[in-house]
């Protein structure tokens, strides 16, 4: 191996020969500003040595042992860097702040074997670190993944399981895709309907999702449902929960609560935030439906509430609104909406989309967020501070980056971690039919070429997105997630000059993490 078993792999790391032997005699000593972090490396080493290490605050910092340490020294690295230093007599880790810290312990976990991630599973003998000096920061501040928990819900022990696996890769981004046609997963305290009714659906589709019940070859006959009814949801409470856990691995959970489409649970619950006529169910079957909610000001009201209980709940500088797939044939077809877009002197539907869109931009904005969205809401003009998620391919990146927009990338062909991940289908769970391998994944450059240099530091970074149509439960998505979240952790924090088969050499190893923290991943055949 020409680089460390080290995922994602550092800027900087030299070894220097030698190596340090951790003993139950072993110290973790830390400033009063890196405690939680100490305590955090105690708890993990405690968990796979089985037993105490300790903590201390007050030893002389010439003791040997591991030294933790804010250090103003550090801070040409940034907030997420650190400089790790392991020698014979100790280890000292230094950051300019506690994200580094939090990232440098990561490291050093993975300068152990890999026994250190299974309760009680490294021998105390064993616990030798090469030494090392390592400096090391990420290349992007947005390294994150997006978990639809609409399509399926993901119990938030499962969820707690994968906050721990994204700080595992040095990820910072957990985007929760909470509502959507086929189910609504955040209680919401002023509308309780949103989770008692939009929370369950009566039946799920078997198989693929077929074409659009709009589209002409839309055959109703051939799509079998289940017949169970399927729901779950968040309360406040777990819901906090998870935030405070994710808040304390330095990840931000971005919570998204979708608009104006996508909206067929909320509406299922709340018939009057809808234009139909018909009363809607929740939709047991996948694929781009036509509900929207009704822009009226008591919709618009209803889903500023909805934000303001969301707020309440996510500290997250960013609220994703959605604005995808919107279609707006029900705008089209209903005298309502029409009397309104026309005393708005709006010109046509999408424009009345991006009315809505500013207005919850404003009402964000007001309150101190900035509104994040897919890249169809960049058509009709968007305020300065809003973020736009590139799904379409780059295209929507490149737009809004040149409109001094900051953007996320995930575009379907790189980031869509619900495509086949090899080509032989049939050896495959089912799952979207595109593809989208491991090596295409770990070659995606985040800036794209046609962005103009002056414009790239809008880029924030890149995220996976984990649909979960066809991922009914936690091992299923850690299917899907692995290892290609391994390679994307890369991609956004390590430099552009890396090397996949030196990669696959890592992953092998890193490999053996996953297999001690139980994971399911994507077997995969390495030279
Ligand atoms: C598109 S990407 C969607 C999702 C689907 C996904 C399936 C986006 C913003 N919308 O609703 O789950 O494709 O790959």
Known sequence: MTSLPIIPLPQKAVLTGGVFHLSTHTHILCDEGARAEGQYLAAALCRGIGSVVSLNAALPRSAPGIQLRINTDCEALGSEGYHLSVTREGVSLHAAARAGLFYGIQTLLQLLPSSVYSPGGLEIGECSIACVEIEDHPRFGWRGAM???????????????????????????????????????????????????????????????????????FDPVSQRFDGVAYGGYYTQEQAREIVAYAAARHITVVPEIEMPGHAQAAIAAYPFLGCGDEPLEVSPRWGIHNALYKPTEHALEFLRDVLVEVMEIFPSPYIHIGGDEAIKTLWQNSPECQALKNALGLRDEEALQSYVIGRMDDFLTRQGRLLIGWDEIL?????????????????????????????????????????????????????????????????????????????????????????????????????????????????????????????????????????????????????
């Open 147 to 217: 978990l639809d928990v609409a399509r399926h819900f993901l119990p938030p022990q499962s969820v707690l399981k994968f906050i721990d696996l994204l700080a595992l890769h040095k990820m910072n981004i957990l985007h929760l895709h909470l509502t959507d046609d086929q189910g609504w997963r955040i209680e919401i305290k002023k509308y309780p309907r949103l989770t008692s009714v939009g929370g369950m659906r009566a039946k799920t589709l078997v198989g693929r999702a077929l074409a659009n019940p709009a589209d002409d070859n």
């Open 379 to 527: 058509a009709g003009g968007l305020s300065p501070g809003a973020v736009v998620m590139s799904w379409r391919g780059e295209q929507g990146g490149v737009e809004a980056a040149r409109q001094g927009h900051d953007v996320v990338m995930a575009p379907d062909r790189f980031t869509y971690f619900d495509y086949y991940q090899s080509e032989d289908r049939d050896a495959e769970p089912l799952a979207f039919s595109e593809l989208l391998t491991l090596p295409t994944v770990y070659g995606y450059e985040p800036v794209p070429t046609d962005l103009p240099a002056e414009y790239a530091h809008h880029v924030l970074g890149a995220q996976c997105q984990l649909w979960s149509e066809y991922m009914p439960n936690a091992d299923q998505l850690e299917y899907m997630a692995f290892p290609r979240l391994s390679a994307l952790a890369e991609v956004t924090w390590s430099s552009r000059e890396r090397d996949y088969s030196d990669f696959l050499e890592r992953l092998r190893f890193h490999l053996t993490r996953l297999d001690a923290l139980s994971v399911n991943y994507r077997p995969i055949a390495l030279p």
